[in-house]
């Protein structure tokens, strides 16, 4: 258990967080890149997800002249990795955490420096607390953040702090910002009466915004009652109507969020019900009331790859809701419990805030892809019996409770037997949609995709059965708890840190004092005592002890704990219960002792332990001390009735100093007390009998004394006294410090006073303070050149650290410099210097409940206390943290090629702790020392071959801590690693949190197929080719180009209940279509001209003419709409039939056509069959799915092709969402385009890994279609034509050699940079 202590460069100095609370809002955020933030107290913290270990924690500075105020809000700017080396220097811009308090300021926070890198609103407004913040891409290269203020405001700032936009929604109560995932630059507001704001952000100046407002009809019959409840207990003054929602109504939520597989979905959760919204229609779609027996619910949570919702109520528990077919309406399926009642403390805590891990969402979506077909199940290992071949999926949740837990939960989804009888004829031992023809999947309806598939023998991967078998009696839910985090569980009220015990090494002979433990022992308001592991800053044991608030608490050695509370009883004596327990580190066990069986009349004041651990003084209010002897059953030796005011036991006296101590005569003096009064006299057989331990007081008149404690006995050792001027006549003795030979004393009036009672010299200064409540003397090592430094803890909870042995303490003093705005409950020394150079370390509990570790470092030049600046480094770590985004940034971009270029599983197995006991999941054992070269796969055809090995050689330290990438994600890399380039670089994507270029990389084999079998296709379809059978059609032709990893775009349909995330990426004529089809039905119960027309147009889109005709003659005539719809049905109707015209002339008067919005025209083109300029004017319009569902119903080819390039352009520059612009482009063919717009934002790293992914898909291509071309020409002895390149990519084009180059220079620059960054030990 010995310290493990930190090198010379790092620093001691570190914050744990105290529990949050409703106060913090339940603010947390979780990046894609896994790292979770939230806020307790005035304080923010980071956590490594993966392997819940705390990062750091960020106390947010205080307002000028007050005291920090709760953080309400915390939010990661979405930024990845930064990648332009070239023209920049590296820096740490993607770890910036937006911070908000209740005092409305805002700020950008690197919790590496931990400290504020820019205040974006400074100015403290207690009414102005900030609700919430969402970050919105306003350009390509600029974010904006929003945030709602109060009550009704909400602010834009610009990301250099700015502030160029606000709104006031009036007497609506906002509560909730979300960004919309198919556009950056949209957000929406809500608010807890209904009221939905949606807002555009086209840039940063006050014209750029767009506003739309809404309202959702909902039920706030109740919100009305709290607010009348508020008003009548006095609290309707303007700071009560200002304050934020989660301040005024802390247990009344309202909280939405997109859906990701569908644009313009909103799922919206009131206190009482569920509804889905439609931005585009401004309607409701379904509306679901609360389940009978639930309690309210807390926040909505989408499943990122199923059609699945997840719904967390304030009692902490989790309902899952699915979609029902064919309409956007969510039935519940289960309920599970996020909050176990097993081992809870009463009352049980709350569940502040619930999250979806999106990263491990999209390593399924990988996985499932490119799953290689091995069963994972270790068959070697007792413990892995789990049959995974039913498993459909597995979502991780991040939840938090205010008891300072934080819980990860795995919950699977699993189909049962009967699901997959269906599907009997799967190969479960294959992997990913590998290789499925192009008849796999027959589609019978094209309304209803999944109502009749017929699954033929295809290889898909195990547990991944089609969402047509699955209804909803089929999915079973289990969820399990796969980590948990433990922080302080409440607010400290008290602390003690282990004094060194003599007597344990003297009866071992010698006269080394013992090592102190590393432990710091905290009690807290809800009763229970937090042990502290100071090396590694975490909470080593919590036990429960008490009932009520432990109001004491104090070492007895280092194993165990003597705490005390009190209640007082409600009866007429008004009598006390003092409970006193003893607590074992070892074995964990609370033994009470002094037990009484009735009320006592005065309660404990203090507990004293004396610092070998084998005396206990009990200080009540008005009653004697009382003596304990804490043998194993602890027996009362005495009670003394003298009016003590304060009592301190000695300190283990100071070792015996070398050279440069102070002078002779106080050494030989000092060391003549040390040997009679505080050591003990061992006997010849090692015996113990004799130990004395002594203990100073004062009295209520003033009077000062030390005692002597020897086995039963007390007796008055007679110290030398000070002169009588030395002891007041008014001040009372509050505090005092004991260590031979000194004494110091403060009192009520901030006199400090210190006495040597060999010697009787005496001394004395005013602090110029309030009042004094604790005095501790530091831990002194041989050859320190002071032995007098003490810190004061005064009555206005602020400290300061003196050295009595300088000529004038209070001019060199430390005036609390390290903590403002925080007050300070107790403090006191940690006791682990052994040597002279080891800094002087304050534990330290706040007000704000953290518990902080602050070094103090003593300027010999000066002669004073400075604190100390050092680069801040993890001290210690039990397990590795496999977050690769918090390596220097050279070191994670070079982890990311090596990644991307792919190296042999074997390289990460690593000599840890978690690797080691499964050596054999990954074949083979890195060893540094033969050539890194063999670890990489292949080496790489593009850029210099040198620099992978250079690139080994500089993440080697972390590889051998084992800390790049844990045990699952290195079985999930050994499967994708000889999977092509595409899954390789969606992995690394993944790993670094980048979730849209991942999905760009899983797209990219599917949107080159596309543009190939554009290019491959010999003729249009409607001129039968001679060289082609008359049988063989379209679907023939494309089953030439059978998939390796991602099957054929016609075969594969993105199943809801897998990849759904791949949706955002849709590009397919087909994939579009049905999505359109899919949205129809659930407009059609809507009333009202203007979801008519809306109607209308969906129907025109996908090709539904008749529909529309009759939807458009249903107009009643008084309409305002009449008109415009007579003329487009007639229209339309001309072009179905003859007999259809006919039926609308005859509903039709012929009349005046009044004007109508732009999508009249459109229909009349479509009407006469001119789809291009449809789309087009739909495009002009800014309607671009639309435009997209329409070409993709009538157009084909080129003309398709211009759809989706002019598409792409709009997406890249106004949606600012470089990677769906991208695979618009590949799937247009404009391979230029899509160079220039990765070189737009400067990633000349992926330009060149593009490069090679496309090269490596088109070969794969060719190699197919020419091995088939072979045969047919031996079937019909006829030449084929020549296979196509890839426009843009052919050999020795001018572009692809610039790219090759740059990627080099970028590749040096990487090197360089590497090799002049330290490692980051965390």
Sequence with gaps: MAASKPSPTDTWDSTLPGPPSRNNFGSADLSPSGLFAFASGSSVSVVDSRSLQLVSTIPLPPPPGALSPFVTSVRWIPLPLPRDLLSTEPSASHLLLAVADRHGRVALVDFHLRSVVLWLNPSSDPNLGIQDLCWVQARQDSHVLAAISGSSFLSLYTSSGGLFWKYDAGMEILSCLRRDPYDSRHFCVLGLKGFLLSVK??????????????????????????????ASNGNSSSSSSSSPASAAFPLYFARFAFSPHWKNILFVTFPRELLVFDLQYETPLSTTPLPRGCAKFLDVLPDPNKELLYCAHVDGRLSIWRRKEGEQLHVMCTMEEFMPSIGMSIPSPSALAVLLSHSDSTMQTITKLHSDGTSSIDFDNPFDFYDESLLVSKTTFISLSDDGKIWKWVLSAEGVEDALKNASDLDMGTGGTEAALPGAIQENNSSSLDDELVVAPTNRSRGHTSSSSMEKSDLSFKISLSGQLQLLSSTVSTLAVPSPSLTATLARGGNIPAAAVPLVALGTQSGTIDVVDVSTNAVAASTSVHTGVVRGLRWLGNSRLVSFSYSQVNDKSRGYINKLVVTCLRSGLNKPFRDLQKPERTPIRALRTSSSGRYLLILFRDAPVEVWAMTKHPVMLRSLALPFTVVEWTLPAVPRPGQGGPSKQ???????????????????????EETVESFAFALVNGALGVFEVQGRRIRDFRPKWPSTSFVPSDGLVTAMAYRLPHVVMGDRSGNIRWWDVTTGQSSAFNSHRDGIRRIKFSPVVAGDRSRGRVAVLFNDNTFSVFDLDSPDPLAQSLLQPQIPGTLVLELDWLPLRTDKNDPLVLCIAGADSTFRLVEVTVNEKKAGFVPQSKSVKERFRPMPMYSPILLPVPHALALRMILQLGVKPSWFNTSSTTLEKRPHLIRGMASSSKDLRSYMIQLPPLGDPVVPEMLLKILEPYRKEGC??????????????????????????????????????????????????????KSPQKIPSPTLDSGVDEVAMLSKIPSTGISTPEARKIDSMCDGSL??????????????????????????????????????????????????????????????????????????????????LKVVAANMVRTDNSLTGTHLLCAVGRHQEACSQLQDSGRWTDAATLAATHLEGSDYARVLQRWADHVLHAEHNVWRALILYVAAGSLQEAFAALREVQQP???????????????????????????SESASGEGTAPLPDLPGLESGKEEVTAVCEYFQQYQRKLVHLCMDSQPYTD
């Excluded at 147009?1097 to 309409?1119: F, K, M, Q, R, Y």
């Design 964 to 1017: 790049l990438l844990d045990d699952e994600r290195a079985k999930l890399y050994a499967n994708v690693v000889k999977k092509g380039y595409a899954a390789r670089f969606a992995f690394a994507a993944s790993v670094f949190g980048e979730t849209s270029e991942a999905l760009f990389w899983l797209q990219l084999p599917q949107a080159i197929r596309h543009l190939m079998n554009k290019l491959t296709r």
């Design 666 to 688: 106080s050494l030989s003096a000092s060391e003549g007390v040390t040997a009679s009064a505080n050591s003990s006299s061992v006997g010849s057989d090692g015996s113990q």
């Design 201 to 230: 952000v086209l840039g940063d100046t006050e014209n750029d915004v767009v506003i739309q407002e809404m309202l959702i009809k909902t039920d706030f019959s109740e919100l009305l009652r709290l607010e009348r409840e508020a």
């Design 1063 to 1144: 949706r955002l990426m849709a590009f397919e004529r087909e994939e579009l279509r049905t999505r359109a089809n899919e949205r129809l039905p659930w407009h059609e119960k809507l009333h009202g001209e203007d979801c008519i027309q809306k109607q209308v147009h969906e129907l025109i889109s996908v090709g539904n003419l008749e529909a529309a005709v009759s939807l458009l003659l249903s107009s009643a005539p008084d309409s305002p709409y009449f008109y415009p719809n007579a003329l487009r049905a007639v229209a339309l109707a001309s072009a179905v039939s003859k007999s259809l015209l006919d039926l609308a």
């Design 1245 to 1271: 790293d992926t330009v060149a890994m593009f490069v090679l992914a496309c090269q490596e898909i088109h070969s794969e291509i060719i190699t197919e279609l020419s091995t088939q071309d072979e045969e």
